[in-house]
């Protein structure tokens, strides 16, 4: 007979060897990215000189895994502030190089380095003098020596176990093109305003949205004088299309000089004069405000850490331009 459990040890013995095959994997790549620390810093230094020269565009291209990887590092680039795009290497042979230009720049990929696809892209470099950095793993293949600066990767294991299929080699390239992207970000001066420009849809938009998309404005925003009385505000207050909880309080010049809250009013509701107060005896003096161009995160933030539910907007000259609610900003995030 056969032993009741032995269709769960060999479960449990197939379960090891799966996960000794995913840990093998996963250590062979990291080392391979890892080996990118390798890189001497003048090597890196000058592709980021040579990239941060160019006056148009890079095109990144590469073929089979390394065309993947190559996609994917275009677009990093462009939505870090380095406008650049991808060409299919055969492609290109066939009327695609008349995308490129003496202004723009070429990023080549190819583990091997003698990819035949790329002689087309190279020649075409050399012949209109395009700069040519090449990612290889090969310091004497056709693309390392054609190249106007070459990036070697160091030596690796393939994780596939034949050690045929790209796969180590394809997670460094995609490590190494995010670490130019992010330096050439970094030494742009590329903001949170910027990437917001490349990113207004989806998560991110959202993340990135400025109080100026959101404020409260006209009908919208109650606002008063000091000289309001208590009553007068707390009519203001609701009337309101969007009520806020308090008004905005101004001067003559609609500078901004008080807010005046319905905290306040409970507070102070058994006072006998308190509906012929003025605001300017009440109102909080130098509130918390923002500006358009904040971020609706900070914002956010702001309010929580400060427990009020409203922020006034204000201009470069303290102008009051709106008001931004809790509720207004959750929204925007839902």
């Known amino acids: ?59 990144v291209s590469g073929m089979g895994k390394s065309g993947h990887i190559a996609r994917k590092i275009a677009a990093t680039l462009s939505s870090t502030g380095t406008p650049a795009f991808f060409v299919h290497p055969a492609e290109a042979s066939h009327g695609d190089l008349g995308m490129l230009t003496a202004d723009d720049g070429l990023l080549l990929l190819s583990s091997s380095g003698n990819t035949a696809e790329l002689s087309s892209m190279i020649t075409y470099a050399k012949r209109f003098n395009i700069p040519l950095i090449a990612m290889t793993q090969s310091s004497d293949s056709m693309l390392a020596t054609s190249s106007d600066h070459l990036l070697l990767i160091p030596p690796l294991t393939e994780a596939c176990s034949l050690g045929m299929a790209p796969t180590t080699s394809t997670t460094v390239m995609l490590a190494l093109g995010d670490a130019l992207a992010v330096a050439l970000h970094e030494l742009k001066g590329f903001s949170r305003a910027d990437f917001k420009t490349f990113h207004p849809s989806g998560a991110l938009g959202n993340t990135l949205l400025f109080v100026r998309d959101i404020l409260r404005h006209g009908e919208d925003l109650p606002m008063a004088k000091p000289t309001t009385t208590v009553a007068e505000a707390a009519d203001i207050m609701g009337r309101a299309v969007g009520r806020i909880g308090g008004v905005c309080v101004v001067d003559d010049q609609q500078k901004l000089v008080g807010v005046f809250t319905d905290g306040v009013l409970r507070r102070n509701f058994g006072r006998q004069d308190l509906a012929t107060m003025t605001l300017q005896e009440l109102m909080t003096q130098d509130p918390l405000r923002t500006t358009p161009n904040a971020l609706v995160a900070e914002v956010v933030g702001l309010l929580n850490q400060r427990k009020v539910n409203f922020l006034p907007v204000v201009d470069d000259d303290n102008r009051l331009v709106g008001a931004v609610h809790i509720h207004d900003c959750l929204q925007a995030f839902s």
């Open 1 to 59: 007979m056969i032993p009741a459990n032995t269709n769960a040890e060999q479960t449990s013995d197939s379960a090891k060897t799966i996960g000794q095959i995913i840990r093998r994997v996963v250590a062979l790549e990291a080392d391979g990215v890892a080996s990118l620390a390798q890189i001497p810093d003048a090597q890196l230094a000058k592709a980021i000189d040579v990239l941060l020269g160019i006056k148009g565009k890079l095109v």
